[in-house]
């Protein structure tokens, strides 16, 4: 997606540790209108699959997935990392480490919204080594749904998220997929 290529080279940086920040459109401060730019684009690739719901694990997947969602006229149901007073007692988990945040998760969603007739679309902003993604592959299977396919705004292809899903015969479209963040210098295949 070219807009997106132009949108990272124009306004993301480089961290130590392979981190893009792209916090100033897609995780923290939010582009709307690329963001539709975005959903549309998911919309494109995802139409042929009668998707009935979006799953995304919060924080950062639940605007991309929200705005989406508009494009397919479906729910999105989100993976919740903490347990509150107010989570469904029944509900399909899943533990999922995260690199960024150094630490495990147990994800969570309630078994109420997530049925064996479901066919899902998991979308989320990043992918680097699967985590999050299996994560949600494994709820998805607990519930008896069926996943028709993952949507990533972007994949780390230096690391081995993307190759693992593929290998794994999942329908996975990524937006752009980076090969490089060396010397800070973002290169993209």
Request: proline share 1%; aromatic share 8%.
């Amino acid at each position: 997606m070219e807009l997106l290529k132009k949108k990272i080279l124009d306004e993301a940086g480089v961290e130590e540790g392979h981190i893009l920040k792209v916090d100033s459109f897609l995780n923290h401060q939010l582009d709307i209108a690329f963001l539709n730019e975005v959903g549309k684009e998911f919309k494109r690739l995802f139409n042929d699959n009668n998707i009935t719901k979006i799953l995304t694990l919060e924080t950062s997947g639940i605007a991309i997935a929200s705005i989406a969602a508009q494009y397919f006229n479906v729910p999105v149901v989100f993976a919740k990392k903490i347990e509150t007073k107010n989570l469904d007692k029944e509900t399909y988990d899943s533990d999922v480490y995260s690199y960024t945040k150094g630490r495990t998760y147990k994800i969570r969603v309630s078994k109420k919204y997530i049925l064996p007739e479901d066919r899902i679309l998991i979308i989320d902003d990043f992918l680097a080594n699967a985590q999050a993604a299996l994560g949600l592959m494994d709820i998805i299977n607990k519930a008896g749904a069926k996943l028709e396919g993952i949507g990533i705004v972007i994949e780390k292809g230096f690391q081995d998220g993307g190759e693992l899903l593929r290998k794994k015969g999942v329908n996975l479209q990524s937006l752009v997929i980076i090969d490089s963040l060396e010397e800070n210098n973002i290169k993209f295949r």
